[in-house]
């Protein structure tokens, strides 16, 4: 009520008149602000969000109050003027106002074919968005006769019992009416949702003077803008089509005339050379004060021009990086804005690893490229299978005829994906593009063969549940084995970005990274450091494998020692290539955490190699694998249970980091190693652990006359560690939360199963999200508030992080840096967004502005 008093129903758009995006919607403020720039915006009058729902519901504004500003023969155009323009709305319709007397008096004035072209495409329009009536019915014809339009006048009353309607106002009220229910249908609500319009959006609708485009002189329509949508490099693009209206410039392929100078054809630059230089006018004015690039649509009537609408121009992510960058640059505006700009979840688009063009590659067949960038991993065929690959940190491929919302988490949790059915909008293809997740669809040359578990390639080869593939959805192939891959490659604008995000930032980022190659993303990102480096990952390969299981299976001290003594090396060679790429920048490197049942083999095949490369009889390695094998893995002998069962695993670990950290310093940077206990659940483990690596680096100090520093930590996975945070901060000089472990133990939740039911806890609302995806701040974030408080009580200096999988999405870095931790530390593709988020939330706090 008290909106309607400052803001009443209809506002005829001037310079001063009060209007908000929010009452009025973007495209009606837009205009006043072309207004206010004194460009020649034809009269508008703007209908607030209020009075577009009344007429949704049979309530008509006063009409004599609509039309009172455009004179007594109106001919008119209603535009959709929603809050965001990426909302949508109902499409514009133009020539109303268009009637027989009007038709009749523009054929003396400007020619029968152009009046009553004019005439036709109205009726075209009015019949088929108004009415509601069969487009084929009233499809406009080639030749814009007094016959033809009797046939459209005439197929009019017939399908509606009545004649085409005669009184411009009546005309309009029915144009409103029909796009203010547009509005209210179930697709258009869902569309709108999906881009993240409330449930409650409003449409505003702007009702302006048809500027004609059509008629004698030089007339035309066409559409003009700065900007490359793709790069978002500087460049004027656009169409202008003589004597036409709206958009049809754009669709008129060989028929429209350039903008610049083009060798392909003539161009409004050369023909027109005042009419181009005010459009270039109009759009420096745009970009300096209206501080955007925006798409300008306009018409020439005899000469001059209107200016009718200007929206932002469409862009890809990538040009959207690049225009915030150069607005910013340019001074239009802040280096902050432009941060807050860009939406980080667009960055993933350009962050992706793509197959090295040069190697060779080993294609099994090739379907429709529905989602950049490439990724290898083992098959499996469904979401659960890939969710437990996921929980291992077993990268996977999922593989699927089609994909349903069912599969979605599965989605996620896989590192790219495969469907033998759908097109570019399936619902792979979408959600894929939406998660930065590299998807090839419709491979339908494959076939799953559902009983075996295998994927049959139209050579005949077949691949098993297991098997290595490579997806590359920027060129639709599929690859046997993993590819090699070239890292995603920033370019100069998304380095500046982040840049200026980092000046803003008040959280560290750094990277979890297990390999040479991880971290050296890490590094290309910028990521401040390691978080979190899983040492037995390194071992998941080849003959490294062979040797951890060798480890594993060893049944005495000495034999364990002697698979040690292998390890050694290869070990400290890990580190010291960590180090040098991180160059002096901290790495926390977690000593062993390996669940044993992820290294033993789990079928007959797999113990007969194992038989084979260990060198021992089949039945002995069945009897230790069962003897190993644990009813409750992921709560068995892991972690710090492990190193202080066969302390000597952590001695050979911590040997190989100090050895390491000597040679990486002698040749770099100065390299302080962060060692960090992993599965702590007790403060005598941290006691016992610290003693026996103080005497380890005491040891190396003393063999190599090298001075070192390193931090030991611990990480707080256990909701017992949360409990005991003060107690164990006292051994510890940083505490990182694993949220993966915690997330599974504060539940009672298994990572590995919880697939199985997930999609039916979410769909029943029993949790709101799979708390494995999206940090559970009201349990496992009181928990972590709780660990911190008491770990700053026992060690007000300790350092605390988040290193489990939610450490890059925005809602754990605003839990976060709510809580003041030092840093998050998540995959190395997620760190730009993370930077991105923490710079926004950073600013959005101090503009106290709510964007978490
Ligand atoms: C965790 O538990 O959160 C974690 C980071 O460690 P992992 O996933 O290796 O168990
Ligand atoms: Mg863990």
């Not at 009749?104 to 968005?129: D, K, P, W």
């Not at 075996?452 to 046997?480: H, N």
């Not at 000495?558 to 698979?563: H, P």
């Not at 060679?573 to 160059?583: G, N, S, T, W, Y």
């Amino acid at each position: 009520m008290q909106q309607d008093t400052i803001y009443p129903p209809v506002t005829l758009i001037t310079v001063d008149a009060p209007m908000s995006p929010s009452v009025h919607g973007g495209r009606a403020k837009c205009l006043q602000r072309l207004i206010r720039l004194e460009m020649p915006v034809p009269t508008t009058v703007a209908l607030s969000f209020d009075a577009v729902r009344g007429i949704a519901q049979g309530q008509m504004p006063d009409l004599k109050q609509v039309l009172a500003p455009f004179g007594p023969d109106p001919l008119l155009s209603v535009r959709p003027s929603s809050e965001d323009p990426d909302w949508g709305g109902p499409g514009a319709i133009l020539n109303i106002g268009m009637t027989d007397a009007r038709h009749a008096e523009m054929c003396a004035r400007m020619g029968e074919a152009e009046a009553t072209a004019i005439y036709l495409r109205f009726i075209q329009s009015y019949a088929v968005h108004v009415a509601r009536l069969d487009p084929e019915v009233f499809d406009i014809p080639e030749h814009p006769t007094g016959a033809n339009l009797r046939v459209a006048l005439d197929a009019y009353e017939y399908e509606m019992d009545e004649a085409f309607p005669q009184d411009p106002a009546c005309q309009l009220a029915e144009v409103l009416r029909s796009m203010a229910r547009a509005w209210d249908g179930t697709s258009a609500r869902l569309l709108r949702q999906a881009k993240g319009a409330p449930a409650n959006a409003g449409l505003g609708l702007v009702v302006q003077a048809m500027a004609l485009g059509v008629g004698p002189g030089e007339c035309g329509s066409g559409v003009i803008q700065f900007i490359d949508e793709a790069t978002g490099g500087q460049r004027i693009k656009g169409r202008y089509l003589a004597q036409s209206q709206g958009r049809e410039a754009l669709g008129a392929g060989t028929g429209a005339m350039f903008l610049t100078r083009d060798p392909r054809g003539p161009s409004v630059e050369e023909t027109q050379p005042e009419v181009f230089e005010a459009l270039t006018r109009f759009g420096e004015i745009c970009r300096t004060r209206l501080r955007e690039e925006m798409q300008i649509e306009f018409t020439i009537e005899d000469g001059k021009i209107a200016i009718l609408d200007a929206v932002r121009v469409p862009r890809s992510s990538r040009a959207a990086v690049r225009v915030a960058v150069a607005l910013a640059d340019d001074g239009i505006i802040a280096r902050e804005e432009a941060v807050m700009r860009v939406d980080p979840a667009a960055l993933s688009e350009m962050l992706h690893r793509q197959v090295d063009p040069t190697a060779p590659r080993d294609r099994i067949t090739s379907g429709i490229a529905a989602s950049p960038g490439a990724a290898s991993g083992r098959i499996v065929f469904t979401a659960n299978d890939a969710q437990a690959s996921a929980a291992r940190s077993e990268p996977c491929v999922l593989v699927r005829w089609e994909t349903s919302p069912e599969d979605i988490r599965g989605m996620h949790a896989a590192q790219a994906v495969l469907t033998m059915r759908g097109g570019i909008t399936s619902h792979a293809a979408v959600i894929g593009r939406g998660l930065g997740l590299p998807c090839v669809v419709g491979a339908s040359d494959l076939t799953i063969d559902r009983k075996k578990k295998r994927l049959i390639a139209p050579d005949g080869r077949s691949f098993a549940e297991g098997d290595v593939i490579t997806v590359d959805g920027t060129s639709g192939d599929i690859l046997a084995g993993e590819a090699p891959m070239i890292e995603a490659a920033l370019d100069e604008e998304f380095r500046a970005l982040l840049a200026w995000a980092d000046e803003f930032r008040d959280i560290g980022v750094r990277a979890n990274a297990d390999t040479p190659a991880d971290a050296q993303t890490a590094r290309n990102f910028k990521a401040q450091g390691i978080g979190l480096c899983r040492t037995e990952h390194m071992f998941f390969e080849g003959d490294r494998l062979v040797v951890m299981r060798e480890m594993i299976f060893a049944d005495s001290q000495t034999e364990r020692r002697a698979v040690l003594d292998r390890l050694l090396p290869m070990q400290r060679a890990d580190f010291a290539a960590l180090f040098e790429i991180m160059q002096g920048k901290p790495v926390c490197i977690r000593l062993f955490d390996p669940p044993l049942h992820e290294f033993l083999p789990v079928d007959k095949a797999g113990m007969r190699d194992l038989a084979e490369q260990l060198g021992l009889a089949l039945a002995d390695v069945n009897a230790r694998v069962e003897a190993l094998s644990e009813y409750n893995p992921m709560l068995g002998m892991r972690g710090v249970r492990l190193g202080l069962t066969y302390p000597e695993i952590y001695d050979m670990q911590a040997r190989a980091i100090f050895e390491a950290t000597v040679e990486a310093s002698a040749s770099g940077a100065p390299v302080v190693p962060e060692i960090m206990i992993p599965l702590v659940s007790a403060m005598r483990e941290v006691e016992i652990v610290k003693t026996r690596i103080d005497a380890v680096a005491a040891a190396v100090k003393a063999e190599t006359g090298a001075e070192f520093d390193y931090r030991l930590g611990v990480m707080v996975e256990t909701p017992r560690a949360c409990l005991r945070a003060a107690d164990i901060a006292e051994h510890a000089a940083f505490l990182s939360f694993g949220t993966n472990d915690l997330t599974q133990m504060t539940y009672g939740l298994s990572r590995d199963d919880a697939g199985r039911f997930m999609s039916a806890y979410v769909k029943a609302h029993v949790y709101e999200e799979d708390p494995f995806h999206t940090l559970d701040i009201d349990g496992v974030g009181e928990l972590l508030s709780m660990a911190a408080e008491r770990g700053r009580a026992g060690r007000p200096e300790v350092i605390l992080s988040v290193c489990g999988e939610h450490g890059g999405s925005r809602s754990a870095i605003d839990f976060c840096r709510k809580q003041g931790f030092d840093y998050v530390s998540c995959s190395p593709f997620r760190v730009p967004l993370a930077r991105l988020s923490a710079a926004q939330l950073a600013i959005a706090d101090r503009l106290e502005l709510n964007i978490s």
